[in-house]
């Protein structure tokens, strides 16, 4: 006898368990959800990154210290400037 897969609850049966929860764990559910959204979103601008550069050559460490001291530069001389 094949198990049935239990259905999914709908997003309105899942609002309303929420409503049941304390403003503690509303909060930590909160946390959770952004945490894994921030999470996929991470994952996918690094395969779109991994994707544009795959027939780039790599940068080595030197590189990247002295692009990023170039931006620092830059983004010092616009913050001077009174710009953003």
């Known amino acids: 006898m094949a198990q049935r897969k239990p259905e999914r609850p709908s997003l309105d049966q899942v ?3 929420v409503e049941q ?3 503690a764990e509303q909060e930590e559910l909160g946390r959770k959800l952004i945490s894994k959204s921030w999470g996929r979103s991470w994952q996918e601008l690094c ?3 991994d994707e544009y550069t795959k027939d780039l050559p790599p940068l080595s460490e030197e590189e990247i ?3 990023m001291k170039s931006i620092r530069a ?3 001389s616009m913050r ?4 953003n």
């Open 65 to 67: 210290v002295e692009e």
């Open 47 to 49: 395969e779109k990154v």
């Open 15 to 17: 609002l309303r368990l």
């Open 74 to 76: 830059e983004l010092r």
């Open 80 to 83: 001077d400037q009174g710009g």
């Open 21 to 23: 929860l304390t403003p």
